[in-house]
């Protein structure tokens, strides 16, 4: 009677004079020990929030430049509180500058770079031609009301936007359509991405009002921050959609 082969017996070799000969067994690593010691199952693959936290702050630069990104603003409020309007945008356009400088240092896209500049010089003149550091804010709440429109208008037309955008960064089916995981999933992420324009954008207006600039800087950042999660968590989720087949379908 023939002997069944071992599994892993064609792994075996030799190590040398006096050493046994025998298969060769895979060292397992603490966390992999530690999840078969409690029971818990095998990790496959990386979580959702980490992935999703990780694609975050790749889209953003990570957190050098998320801070690149926030510094002229924060340069020109502390500025202004301490010296007035004058220093205050003298500030800002050196740290917009040494951003700049910064982004390309990191072999970030040129355009990006120089839209920054380009960004805080409106900024600035605004701030100069009124003369009042408030409206440095002013041109930033056009973009959640572009958002706010365009999340509502794809709504509308069954577009959803989120799907216009992120499909073909997923790798998605160009029929996304017609696939029930996929319209579903572009739609609620239209909805929570119009949900979070709108709040951006009243959180804008209202401490513009008051006349909190510090306030304005901290929902810059965590609007920036928010919708860039809110943008990688769809990423993941379309791929993991994509994948399923239980989900595929005609939409009915």
Do not use: K
Request: aromatic fraction near 4%; hydrophobic fraction near 50%; include cysteine.
């Amino acid at each position: 009677m023939t002997q069944r082969a071992t599994p892993g017996a064609e792994l075996l070799e030799h190590t040398g004079p006096g050493h046994p000969t025998g298969p060769r067994r895979p060292v397992a690593s603490p966390s992999a020990t530690t999840r078969r010691v409690l029971g818990l199952d095998e990790v496959a693959e990386r979580s959702l929030t980490r992935t999703t936290v990780d694609g975050a702050l790749q889209r953003v630069g990570g957190p050098v430049g998320l801070i690149s990104a926030a510094a002229p603003t924060t340069a020109f409020v502390i500025t202004e509180a301490a010296a007035g309007l004058g220093p205050a945008l003298i500030a800002l356009l050196v740290t917009a500058v040494a951003a700049c400088v910064v982004r390309l240092a990191r072999r970030e896209p040129a355009g990006a770079a120089a839209a920054g500049l380009v960004v805080a010089a409106v900024c600035a003149g605004v701030a100069s031609v009124t003369g009042q550091a408030r409206d440095f804010f002013l041109p930033a709440m056009v973009v959640p009301v572009l958002f706010v429109l365009a999340y509502t208008g794809s709504l509308l037309a069954r577009r959803p936007l989120m799907g216009l955008i992120v499909n073909p960064l997923s790798g998605g089916p160009r029929t996304w359509r017609t696939h029930r995981g996929l319209r579903r999933l572009y739609t609620a992420s239209t909805l929570v991405g119009l949900g979070l324009a709108g709040l951006t954008l009243l959180a804008r207006v209202l401490l513009y009002l008051a006349d909190q600039p510090a306030a304005l800087v901290v929902v810059q950042v965590v609007s920036t921050t928010s919708f860039a999660l809110h943008f990688a968590a769809t990423v993941v989720l379309a791929r993991r959609s994509a994948d399923a087949p239980a989900n595929a379908g005609a939409a009915h």
